[in-house]
């Protein structure tokens, strides 16, 4: 064996070839920027398998206790990749617009959004159909995949597979929240109880602030004005803890457990049993927020590139790709957890504390 059969690369160097009628050599332009498209898609490839293998592990019931390590390692690489990805954009930056105009229009009708890829990635994370944006007018994504004549492509079958995979990464990590003792017990009442006794430290704490803005206010309509927005942001939490904007009962059972074991970890997780959910937790969000800054640096390349014009494939170019950067959220409740938080000598003291500390046998 020798590198060069390994790498296959007399085979990988021959794809940057671009497609010529007149048989004329790309020029490097073209040529850069075919590599750094097709470096994503292998970058793409990686970050599929790893989030493949996350997913795996927390379908299993119960999920073992040193598969959260494991889960963690995957998603940790997920989010390098993705920011070392997001600085592969300077390279095509190095392209002038005029640098780019003389070859972009031999991409008319084709588009990044046909990156199946990248579609497999959003499916697999469990972006909702329901956020999905028009890209080009079409009625479901799928049809911007399909072949010339409206047939079956490689790119929509690839996606079809991935569909047919079932549940989402999201969909196992919050079945796994779901499953999650919440100060012990994961008995609904119990539950019901530790989010009353926090919505009560919410109140302690916005008391506590009320007391301390008294001192800078000057008029009794300002001190009005506070204690309409402090009594506001209780409700909130409170809505937010008994998912009360999930409209369907089971389900709204099932995000308040969610929720609930977000808090509980994310409170707690001084406790030594809750310190690798609390990095599977971390590393999620770490891994959605790289996301979605590969994204946002890929709409100032555009902008940077072309401006605002139409896109090759028809898309609306940059205020789609903003409009991505900004919507295209799956994990809500990890971000949204953050708005309820609350420093830990306000946190309430657990019940069963000496559940989630290490276990030593006698």
């Not at 004549?149 to 990464?169: C, F, I, N």
């Not at 969909?171 to 109880?193: C, K």
């Not at 430290?201 to 007391?211: D, N, P, S, T, Y």
Request: aromatic share 8%; glycine share 4%; proline share 3%.
């Amino acid at each position: 064996m020798n590198y060069w059969d390994y790498i296959q690369v007399e085979s990988l160097l021959s794809l940057q070839q671009g497609l010529h009628d007149d048989g004329t050599e790309p020029e490097n332009d073209e040529v850069l920027f075919i590599t750094v498209h097709q470096i994503y898609e292998l970058w793409f490839k990686l970050v599929l398998r790893e989030l493949s293998t996350a997913r795996a592990l927390f379908r299993r019931n119960p999920v073992p206790d040193q598969a959260l390590a494991d889960a963690t390692r995957s998603l940790r690489r997920c989010v390098r990749i993705f920011e070392v990805a997001a600085h592969h954009w300077s390279v095509v930056e190095t392209l002038t617009t005029r640098d780019y105009l003389a070859f972009r229009d031999k991409l008319v009708g084709a588009s990044g959004f046909q990156s199946a890829q990248v579609r497999e990635l959003e499916i697999l994370l469990g972006l909702d159909d329901r956020q999905r944006l028009s890209c080009m007018g079409e009625g479901s994504y799928k049809e911007a995949l399909r072949g010339d004549v409206g047939d079956q492509s490689p790119a929509l079958a690839r996606v079809q597979r991935r569909l047919a995979e079932g549940a989402s990464y999201r969909s196992a990590l919050y079945h796994w929240l779901a499953r999650t003792p919440v100060d012990g017990s994961s008995d609904p009442a119990h539950v019901d109880a530790y989010l009353d006794k926090f919505v009560e430290a919410h109140r302690k704490q916005k008391k506590l602030l009320l007391e301390r803005s008294r001192q800078f206010t000057s008029t009794p309509e300002e001190v009005a004005v506070l204690e309409q927005r402090y009594a506001r942001d209780i409700d909130q939490a409170a809505a937010f803890l008994r998912a009360e904007d999930i409209e369907d009962e089971g389900e709204r059972r099932h995000r308040k457990h969610v929720r609930a074991a977000l808090v509980f970890i994310e409170s707690h997780r001084e406790l030594p049993r809750l310190a690798w959910p609390r990095e599977v937790l971390d590393t999620t969000l770490n891994l959605e927020q790289a996301f979605i800054i590969w994204r946002q640096r890929h709409a100032r390349m555009v902008e940077r590139m072309i401006g605002r014009r139409t896109g090759t494939g028809g898309s609306g170019g940059v205020d789609y790709l903003d409009q991505t950067a900004l919507k295209y959220r799956v994990f809500e409740d990890l971000w949204s957890v953050r708005t309820i938080l609350l420093r830990r000598e306000l946190v309430p003291e657990l019940e069963n504390a000496a559940d989630y500390r290490f276990r030593v046998e006698d």
